[in-house]
T-cell receptor
């Protein structure tokens, strides 16, 4: 069964450092998303991406965050200057049609120290 | 006011029973509704989506949507211990973001 692949599975970084989280969506999917889940809390929307541009973003997705699809397969989330409160599980998701639900990747656990 | 609210858990049912999970939403612009299952430490996994009023059945799972009441539910028949997980209700717009509820933790006791 097709999978969304995320790397790394766990990233530890120092406060103020830049991190790049990587995702390979399912190949025939057209809609891509980043969500995060702080431990014990709900899944929160960060950003959606379609046709090589951001289609929607949340208020969490401030200037510290950016997304990119550098080639035909990868989809990345960059956090420029990490804060302690950025510590969370970050999930990439993709969808073929956009409104029938997502396939989530296994997540990257980001720990900012 | 929470945009998507799920009935507070945890919910515990005996093996073989019907588990009933409920969700209400505040955004009348939401067009599609989703139930995801999330095992501890894992990512959410889509179980069902529904966008029309009424019932939708898939195996042991039945999703129900009532747009007038802004209510979504998930019934799990013949519950198994492997169904023990947190169930996330989410509402979404057209190709856009989904808003998730806090989740309801279900335990199915053998």
């Amino acid at each position: 069964e097709p999978e969304v692949t995320q790397t790394p599975s766990h990233q530890v970084t120092q406060m103020g450092q830049e991190v790049i989280l990587r995702c390979v969506p399912i190949s025939n999917h057209l809609y891509f998303y980043w969500y995060r889940q702080i431990l014990g809390q709900k899944v929160e929307f960060l950003v959606s991406f379609y046709n090589n541009e951001i289609s929607e973003k949340s208020e969490i997705f401030d200037d510290q965050f950016s997304v990119e699809r550098p080639d035909g397969s990868n989809f990345t989330l960059k956090i420029r200057s990490t804060k302690l409160e950025d510590s969370a599980m970050y999930f990439c998701a993709s969808s073929e049609h956009g409104n029938y639900g997502y396939t989530f990747g296994s997540g990257t656990r980001l720990t900012v120290v | 006011q929470k945009e998507v609210e799920q009935n507070s858990g945890p919910l515990s049912v005996p093996e073989g029973a019907i588990a009933s999970l409920n969700c209400t939403y505040s955004d009348r612009g939401s067009q599609s509704f989703f139930w995801y299952r999330q095992y501890s430490g894992k990512s959410p996994e889509l179980i069902m989506f529904i966008y029309s009023n009424g019932d939708k059945e898939d195996g042991r799972f039945t999703a129900q949507l009532n747009k007038a009441s802004q209510y979504v539910s998930l019934l799990i028949r013949d519950s198994q211990p492997s169904d023990s997980a947190t169930y996330l209700c989410a509402g979404g717009g057209n190709a856009g973001k989904s808003t998730f509820g806090d989740g309801t933790t279900l335990t199915v006791k053998p």
